[in-house]
């Protein structure tokens, strides 16, 4: 008689397959992606219970003046998290000096394998983070609305100020490069 249900074996080689047919030769730990992914569904719903038990709902919509809030302390708030220097002991255990990228910021390379590995691509890139920390000051701004609104206001005006030191430091060159262009 043919056996029908495949066992865990049998699910664990499919599996297997896969990863190896998509990833070629550079590692993509997909089981840990998956794990991430995990975790943050388990963040949101943990959120939404958090909400529901507090009377709290979610806004109807955002003003213009919300996302412009949201999207500059997102920004600034996945920038802070994977580039910032002195964030770097967060991420340390999952990566690996690369350089300084200048401004405060540093270059990191991810190390390990596995989850290990799928942390460090998410803590080394804003793009990746920037969806986990909107989704934070989302989730933030329902059960804790005037924290979150005022660590948001800070964030932007942290993306504010940095902004201004870079056109500060360009201002402060533009003779320079007058000399060298005249």
């Not at 220097?85 to 967060?90: D, E, G, N």
């Not at 990228?101 to 590995?117: K, N, T």
């Not at 080394?124 to 989704?135: E, I, L, N």
């Not at 100020?161 to 430091?169: G, T």
Request: net charge neutral; glycine share 12%; proline share 4%.
């Amino acid at each position: 008689m043919a056996r029908d249900t495949p066992t865990v074996s049998d699910l664990h080689q499919r599996l297997h397959a896969v990863q190896s047919a998509y990833q070629g030769e550079e590692e993509r730990p997909l089981g840990g992606f998956l794990t991430l992914m995990g975790v943050y569904a388990g963040a949101v719903g943990g959120a939404g219970l958090l909400a529901r038990a507090r009377g709290r709902t979610l806004p109807d919509r955002f003003t213009a003046g919300d996302l412009a809030l949201l999207t500059l302390a997102t920004h600034q708030g996945s920038r802070l998290l994977t580039k910032d220097a002195v964030t770097a002991p967060f991420r340390a255990p999952f990566t690996r000096f690369a350089g300084n990228a200048g401004e405060g910021e540093v270059m990191e390379e991810v190390r390990g394998s596995g989850l290990r590995h799928s942390i460090g691509e998410l803590l080394t890139c804003p793009f990746c983070a920037s969806v986990w920390v909107a989704t934070g000051l989302v989730a933030g701004g329902v059960v804790a609305p005037r924290l979150t609104r005022s660590a948001a206001a800070m964030l932007t005006a942290v993306f504010g100020s940095d902004v201004l030191h870079l056109l500060y430091d360009a201002a402060k060159h533009l003779p320079e490069r007058a000399q060298v262009d005249g």
